[in-house]
């Protein structure tokens, strides 16, 4: 065991802090008060034990490791991915009279060597440093010869490649930290600072299987975790199926409102996002038009950097980007978040309508999507992750002696069958896999096999996560309780959140709702008398079962299984099983105890999800095929809460008199009502009160055959009830 003498003394600037965290927290930090989380974090990292904390952006993580680093005296090394935030953190400790020093490849040498003369003088309190100067030589060994308070880690998923930026200079973290802690291993305790060197890893955004990743990465030594936050009181999520082209035109009507901005956009290409901002430019915010501007990887850095200001300053009130726009960004009043087209990752989407209401006050979040996105998704995939071939291919060229990236690449480009991207992106890939080493010289050596394996894994990884946020999409959950859930924070899953379009369908502003028509309210009841003597059902099997195969389409099918989970009637729940080694997804639906209690004389106020709003549609477009359908008369689209259509009193009554003889005979022929007639039939007839055949024909759903059949009694119904 290594015991390294500090080489001077050290500075009162870096001696342990005597004061309780409470104390450190008001005369250094000048806060009133722990935010919720970090008392409990700091004790624990003063401690010095290990900690994985995870919590949302802007929550307060910082101070879960500057206080602890005061208070146990020493440096406190940070090791942070982006120089940006470095740069930013850096700049509020030196405002609050600290003593910190930053290595990064944007300074001059000159910064970089008195920063490591202050860490060997032992004056410094915080040394920010990129993943990747540990691979410059001599500097862990720099670092070992003075005791460090503690070390910690920034957007620590950055080092599993399951997270959403893996970052392989991250990845030999693992094999550095080790040496860095044992460095003094034994200066005695004091006051219950124990001499080890904690490892704090931070971030943002971990599912529990990147939590488990980063800590197993870390050799972090029995760490405590802490998941805390992500619950966000003031965010309204919805979630709405929108065909693609009319996604600019409910985009521009959304933001048309004043209150409804600053706002962010995020959409899917760089095509996309310019003509959205053109689009948006054009059109009127109810006090002259919206000020909007693209910001993707195309732009050069100083355009992004304008944009960026200018959305600070409200000189710009819609930003429409593509990239992790608002990563920098400290705006506490955006009010609307909107994604065109589904994100890649659920923790991607968290992160970017969490970016909305940090001042607390309530703030709207719109997530579009179509089945289209999923053919969108699929060239980003193969984009981002080229087939298997392409990293082999590039594989083979790469040899024992290190040799310049360049002129790999150009010999490889003069005889493969791949173009300067695809061999870019192959080597990027075999990098982080291993399969290939780059050098700090740029010179690229052959690594070793075991990349075909973990690559493999890692695209089959990408696609799931995928398929998580189809399957976020279509819950019939809380969305907030769900995404709570999607980040391992369990204690706090319970609580629907009273304002997304599942908790709050009358409350929505984009997705409408209508009322369930009668035939659909049937049918729901015949769904409770299925499911009440069973555990559950396979959704599937609950269709086939009620013979709806062929009458309702599964989208029907399932829109009315939403509605009934959105009423707490039934419980949709994801499950899987194999067979045949493949795994097989299905949603098993069961009763909930409101469900058990319903009984045929129980009304079922059930709200159909309807797609977007009339306001929101594209302006003198004949409404789609599908809304056509839907526009009739007795499921009139409707605001939920502005009640079924109209019809006159007579009309009621006759309506109800045709539904009853409808029932008596749709129960004779063993099918269900709506088979009979449809309820937009009956309200046409009610309306229409038809005398004889002829008049019965021209009746909207009435046709040859069914009037041949059902005719004489229809008739029948109608002249009774004069
Ligand atoms: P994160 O790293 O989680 O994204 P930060 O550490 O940057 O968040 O903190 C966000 C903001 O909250 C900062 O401006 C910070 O000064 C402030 N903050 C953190 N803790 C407290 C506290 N206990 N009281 C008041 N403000 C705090
Ligand atoms: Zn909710």
Sequence with gaps: MTTVSNASAPSAAATPHAAAPAEILQSVFGHECFRSGQE???????????????????????????????????????????????????????????????????????VARQACVEYLQGSL???????????????????????????????????????????PDYRMLGEYLPGLRAANGHVPANDGITARIPVLAFTATAT?????????????????????????????????????????????????????????VYATSRKQSETLAEVLSQSAGGNGKIRAAAYHAGLDAATRERIQ?????CEVEVVVATIAFGMGIDKADIRTVIHAGLPGTLEGYYQEIGRAGRDGALSRT?????????????????????????????????????????????????????????????????????GARVDFGGSVTRGGPAWRKTYAVQAQHRAEQYQKVVRYTAMSECRMSAL??????????DRPCGKCDVCDPAGAVLRVFRHATPAERELA?????????????????????????????????????????????????????????????????????????????????????????????????PPSRAKAKKLDAAGKRTRADAGPAELTLEQEKLAALIKQWRMAEAKRLGV???????????????????????????????????????????????????
């Design 525 to 621: 009841q015949r769904i409770v008398d299925e499911l009440r003597p069973l555990d559950y059902l396979a959704a599937g099997t609950l269709q086939r079962r009620l013979e709806l195969v062929g009458r309702i389409s599964r989208d029907e099918f399932d829109a009315l299984l939403d509605a009934m989970a959105r009423a707490g009637l039934i419980g949709i729940e994801d499950a899987e099983f194999e067979k045949n080694g493949e795994i097989i997804r299905f949603r098993k639906i069961r009763l909930t105890e409101d469900g058990l209690a319903v009984r045929h004389s129980t009304p079922l106020p059930l709200l159909i999800s309807d797609g977007i709003g009339d306001e929101f549609a594209r302006r003198g477009q």
């Design 208 to 264: 529990p299987e990147v939590q488990a990743d980063i800590v197993q990465q870390l050799g972090m030594i029995k760490p405590a975790q802490f998941i805390h936050g992500f619950r966000r009181e003031n965010l309204a999520i919805e979630v709405v199926e929108v065909a693609v082209p009319d996604r600019a035109q409910a985009i521009c009507s959304l933001l048309a409102r004043p209150t409804s901005r600053p706002a962010i």
């Design 366 to 434: 719109y997530l579009m999507h179509s089945y289209a996105d999923q053919r969108t998704h699929d060239f980003f995939l193969n984009r981002d992750y080229p087939p298997l071939e392409h990293l082999s291919t590039v594989f083979q060229t790469l040899g024992e002696n290190p040799r310049p990236v360049e002129k790999v690449r150009s010999e490889a480009l003069a005889r493969l069958e791949l173009d300067q991207e695809e061999f870019d992106k192959a080597l990027e890939k075999l990098e982080i896999h291993g």
């Design 40 to 110: 409990e974090v700091c004790r624990a990292a003063i401690a010095g034990r290990d900690l994985l904390l995870v919590m949302p952006t802007g929550a307060g993580k910082s101070l879960c490791y500057q206080l602890p680093a005061i208070a146990r005296g020493g440096t406190a090394l940070v090791i942070s991915p982006l120089i940006a935030l470095m740069e930013d953190q850096a700049a509020k400790l030196a405002a609050l009279g600290l003593r910190v020093a930053r290595i990064h490849s944007g300074l001059e040498r000159a």
């Design 484 to 493: 709570v859930r999607h980040f391992g924070d369990e204690h706090d899953v």
């Design 309 to 313: 200001t200018a959305f600070q300053r």
């Design 672 to 722: 269900p009502a709506y088979v009979v007639l449809h309820d937009r039939t009956v309200t046409a007839l009610a309306t229409a009160r038809p005398e004889n055949s002829k008049q019965l024909l021209e009746i909207d759903g009435m046709g040859e055959a069914k009037a041949e059949k059902f005719g004489a009694a229809i008739l029948k119904v109608c002249f009774g009830a004069k």
């Design 125 to 167: 309190q915080f040394l920010f440093i990129a993943p990747e100067r540990l691979r410059v030589p001599g500097f862990p060994e720099m670092l070992r010869k003075k005791r460090l308070a503690l070390i910690a880690i920034d957007e620590a998923h950055c080092i599993s490649q399951w997270g959403h930026d893996f970052r």
